[in-house]
Structure formats: C-alpha cells, structure tokens
C-alpha cells in the first residue's frame, strides 16, 4: 500500500500522532456532531406540530432506531477493525491485502441481510413491540406508525452504517464524515418536505431517516468503487470462511451485545418513566439528545482512533499503538471536561429553548446534568473498548458490553423503588462510572496478550508494552 503524504493510508502507517488523531477523529466527530444536531432540530420539527404524543412516540422508537443502526456497526466495527488490521499486514505479508476484499463483501452484505431479517420480524410482531417498548395508549398510534418505517427500511440504515465504518478503516475519515453529513442534509430536506409539507408527522420523519441512507449508501459504494485498492463490494466476494466471519463477528458481536443492552437500557427507563407521566418523559427525550452533542464529541475521538489502532497492532508497531493510545486518552478527558462545562453552564438556557413547561424544564435540567456527568465516564470506556476491538480482543470487549447491561438493570430497579425519579436519572450515570473501573481491570488484564500479539506479528519485542500510557 502506498503511503505517500496525500494518501489516507500515510495518516494509519507514518504520520506524526497529532495529524493522523486530527485527520482521523476530529472528521469523525464533526459527523457525529451534526448527526447529534439533527437530531435535536429533527425533534424540533416534530414539537412544533405542538402534540406531546408525537415527541413521545419518537422517544419509544429509539431502541428500535438503535437497534436497526447496530446491526450495520456490529458488521461495520468488525469488518472495519479486521480491514485496518489486515492493511497493516500488508506491509509484511503482501497475501494479507487479498483477504480484505472478503472482509469489506461479508460485512456489507452480512448487515443487509441481517436488517432484512430483524425489520421483518419486527414488522410481524409490531403491535407487542409497540408495548414492549412502553408507549401508553395515547402514544400507540404515533409509535407504531414511526416504528414500522424504521423497520421498513432496515436493510438500509444497517447497509449505510456498515460502509462508513469501512470507509474510515482505510483512513478516509474526510469520506466517511462527507458521508454522515450528506446523510444529515438529506434528513433535512425531507423532514421539511414530509413533515411540514406533507404533513406526515412522525412517519415522515422516520421515512426521511431511510432515504437520507439509501443516498450516503451510493455514495459510499461509488467512493470504494472508485478509490478503494483492496475492498470490494460484489456478492461474488462474499463468504462464510471462517478466516473472515470469525473476526468480523468476534469483535462485531461485542458492539452487538452493547448496544442491545443499551436498548435494554432504554426500554427499562422508558417504562419506569412512563409511570411518572408523559412530561418526564419528554424531558428526558430533549435532555438526552442535547447531551449527545458533546458525547458524540467525545465518541468520536474513541471511534476515531480504532483504524489508527488496528493497523499498528496488525503491524506490529507498539511505539505508534502506545502514542496513539496516550494521545487518544488526553483528547478524551480533555474535550470531555471543557465541553461538558459549558453545556452545564446554560443547561437552562438549552433546556428552554426547547420545552416551555416548569415542570418539564426542571427535570430536563436535571436529566442533562446526569447525563454529562455520565458521557465524562463513557468516553474513557468507549476508548478501552475500541482498543479491545483493535487487537482483536472480542472476548474483553464483549465483557464490557455485558457488564454494562448487567449492572444497570439491578441498580435502575434499586433506584427507582428507593428514590423514585431522581433515582432512574442518575442509575445510569452510577452504572457509567463503575463500567469505567471495569475497563481498567480489563485492560490490565489484557495487556500481556495485547504485547503477545504484537511481538507474534514479528516487528517489535513484546516487553512493557502500553507502559507508558
């Protein structure tokens, strides 16, 4: 693989720490960002059809949202992770950059199919899913109508998630954030033709969701197709070998397991919200998408970082793995502290912008508070998980995805019988910060296997690695 200074491949193999983070965390972090704006201006337009329901019933349909969106990051994480790695390879074992084709076709196609089947079931057994995902009377008709587009169009959402992870495993951060940001743009431009035009409410917001993805996915598949060396997208490259599925879904299935008891997470606060009235509720839906702006901030730095990570490991260099690592590790606490500072400083401000209700307004504040306290943990965690995902390491990264969903359910139960309200607010964020210890156990335990595998590589000796982080 050529590594010139115009090519993406420079920023992953031999440029200085500081421009190849840049180059490849901050693209992705602006994409978040604005995937994070729009979704507080998406719920915007939803609330100026002034009906609580509607805000509700696209709060209800957030596992759903989420969980159609993992299906493409368990194969995109997997996959992505697997093609940085097999690129760093290369430089050694040139027969490894023949291995990526297959990676990039399971992982696209895996995540299509995989939609497929999970918006189909979803669709045969919406109206119980509907309840399970704790709308109230009032609320059914709303959800179920924004839940079953989503469903519908599954495939897509999952296909779109998964090839931007790919894109930015070859180092083409710039690709994958134009991708998210066109992706954006487009959920505008129909929100406004299907919500305030054509006065479809929250179907067409949901719609808007899956055309803006059909779209970013032509673009994505044109950029590989016209710029990627090695992957390729063509059923004829998918396969079953185990060469391929074994670390695509390793890893992929611990971004799997975290997300699917982040669902559970929400399903469990929907419902005990719910019992404290639609107002709460709503709340927590403003609160959580306006945190999300300095968390997908801070996400994206984590995220970034993973195609960095895995071709240093897949090559063996433990001198720019442990440089990447450390300079992740500041940008993170760093961005993390400052940002959370200033949306805590006008949290009111930002809360009013958004809900008028006193009542509403003072659990909104409250909500927030939580949840930036919460994102500071989350960050350094999402940052161990991404290096388990880089090294191969699905067994620690599943550990972490569990052990999240394990202790929250427990402590959000114990929470609300004790404590009511305030209680489910801030079980999560308890939740967050003991995850954080957890992932400190884990690296620790993990390190000696983590040097293994770099001195098995045969480019470095494996003594002290990631000492100096």
């Given at each position: 693989?050529?590594?010139?200074?115009?090519?993406?491949?420079?920023?992953?193999?031999?440029?200085?720490?500081?421009?190849?983070?840049?180059?490849?965390?901050?693209?992705?972090?602006?994409?978040?960002?604005?995937?994070?704006?729009?979704?507080?201006?998406?719920?915007?337009?939803?609330?100026?059809?002034?009906?609580?329901?509607?805000?509700?019933?696209?709060?209800?349909?957030?596992?759903?949202?989420?969980?159609?969106?993992?299906?493409?990051?368990?194969?995109?994480?997997?996959?992505?992770?697997?093609?940085?790695?097999?690129?760093?390879?290369?430089?050694?074992?040139?027969?490894?950059?023949?291995?990526?084709?297959?990676?990039?076709?399971f992982a696209t196609w895996g995540s299509a199919l995989t939609g497929?089947?999970?918006?189909?079931?979803?669709?045969?057994?919406?109206?119980?899913?509907?309840?399970?995902?704790?709308?109230?009377?009032?609320?059914?008709?709303?959800?179920?109508?924004?839940?079953?587009?989503?469903?519908?169009?599954?495939?897509?959402?999952?296909?779109?998630?998964?090839?931007?992870?790919?894109?930015?495993?070859?180092?083409?951060?710039?690709?994958?954030?134009?991708?998210?940001?066109?992706?954006?743009?487009?959920?505008?431009?129909?929100?406004?033709?299907?919500?305030?035009?054509?006065?479809?409410?929250?179907?067409?917001?949901?719609?808007?969701?899956?055309?803006?993805?059909?779209?970013?996915?032509?673009?994505?598949?044109?950029?590989?197709?016209?710029?990627?060396?090695?992957?390729?997208?063509?059923?004829?490259?998918?396969?079953?070998?185990?060469?391929?599925?074994?670390?695509?879904?390793?890893?992929?299935?611990?971004?799997?397991?975290?997300?699917?008891?982040?669902?559970?997470?929400?399903?469990?606060?929907?419902?005990?919200?719910?019992?404290?009235?639609?107002?709460?509720?709503?709340?927590?839906?403003?609160?959580?998408?306006?945190?999300?702006?300095?968390?997908?901030?801070?996400?994206?730095?984590?995220?970034?970082?993973?195609?960095?990570?895995?071709?240093?490991?897949?090559?063996?260099?433990?001198?720019?793995?442990?440089?990447?690592?450390?300079?992740?590790?500041?940008?993170?606490?760093?961005?993390?502290?400052?940002?959370?500072?200033?949306?805590?400083?006008?949290?009111?401000?930002?809360?009013?912008?958004?809900?008028?209700?006193?009542?509403?307004?003072?659990?909104?504040?409250?909500?927030?508070?939580?949840?930036?306290?919460?994102?500071?943990?989350?960050?350094?965690?999402?940052?161990?998980?991404?290096?388990?995902?880089?090294?191969?390491r699905g067994l620690a990264a599943t550990?972490?995805?569990?052990?999240?969903?394990?202790?929250?359910?427990?402590?959000?139960?114990?929470?609300?019988?004790?404590?009511?309200?305030?209680?489910?607010?801030?079980?999560?964020?308890?939740?967050?910060?003991?995850?954080?210890?957890?992932?400190?156990?884990?690296?620790?335990?993990?390190?000696?296997?983590?040097?293994?595998?770099?001195?098995?590589?045969?480019?470095?000796?494996?003594?002290?690695?990631?000492?100096?982080?």
């Amino acid at each position: 693989m050529s590594t010139t200074k115009r090519d993406n491949g420079w920023y992953l193999a031999s440029a200085p720490i500081v421009p190849a983070l840049v180059h490849l965390c901050v693209p992705m972090a602006a994409a978040l960002i604005v995937t994070a704006v729009y979704n507080v201006v998406n719920a915007g337009f939803v609330g100026s059809l002034h009906q609580t329901t509607l805000l509700a019933a696209i709060t209800f349909g957030v596992p759903v949202l989420t969980l159609v969106m993992t299906v493409g990051s368990m194969f995109g994480t997997g996959g992505g992770a697997l093609v940085s790695r097999l690129l760093g390879a290369a430089g050694n074992d040139p027969a490894k950059a023949g291995e990526i084709r297959y990676a990039s076709a399971f992982a696209t196609w895996g995540s299509a199919l995989t939609g497929f089947v999970v918006g189909g079931a979803g669709l045969l057994l919406l109206r119980p899913l509907v309840g399970l995902l704790g709308a109230d009377a009032p609320s059914v008709p709303a959800t179920s109508a924004y839940v079953a587009v989503l469903l519908a169009v599954a495939p897509v959402l999952g296909a779109s998630v998964c090839l931007q992870q790919l894109v930015r495993a070859e180092g083409a951060a710039r690709t994958a954030m134009t991708g998210l940001i066109v992706s954006t743009l487009a959920n505008l431009g129909f929100d406004v033709l299907f919500i305030l035009v054509l006065h479809w409410g929250v179907a067409g917001a949901a719609a808007s969701v899956g055309i803006a993805n059909a779209v970013v996915i032509g673009y994505y598949a044109g950029w590989i197709r016209r710029h990627s060396e090695h992957m390729r997208l063509a059923p004829r490259w998918f396969t079953l070998r185990r060469s391929v599925t074994g670390p695509v879904l390793g890893v992929g299935v611990s971004q799997l397991l975290q997300v699917g008891f982040i669902i559970v997470t929400l399903l469990v606060l929907n419902n005990l919200a719910a019992a404290y009235g639609d107002g709460p509720l709503a709340a927590m839906g403003v609160a959580v998408r306006i945190a999300q702006v300095p968390e997908f901030l801070v996400m994206g730095i984590a995220f970034g970082v993973l195609p960095l990570l895995a071709f240093a490991y897949g090559k063996g260099d433990r001198t720019r793995l442990t440089a990447a690592l450390r300079g992740a590790a500041v940008a993170v606490g760093s961005v993390s502290v400052v940002f959370s500072a200033v949306v805590l400083l006008f949290r009111e401000q930002v809360i009013t912008a958004f809900v008028a209700d006193p009542s509403v307004l003072s659990v909104g504040v409250t909500i927030l508070t939580a949840q930036l306290v919460a994102m500071i943990a989350n960050g350094f965690t999402g940052l161990f998980t991404t290096l388990f995902q880089a090294a191969g390491r699905g067994l620690a990264a599943t550990v972490m995805s569990t052990t999240q969903g394990l202790l929250f359910i427990p402590v959000v139960l114990l929470a609300d019988t004790w404590f009511g309200l305030p209680g489910i607010i801030w079980a999560l964020t308890a939740t967050e910060v003991t995850l954080l210890a957890v992932g400190l156990v884990l690296w620790l335990a993990n390190r000696g296997a983590i040097e293994r595998g770099l001195a098995d590589a045969g480019r470095e000796p494996a003594d002290e690695v990631l000492e100096q982080v």
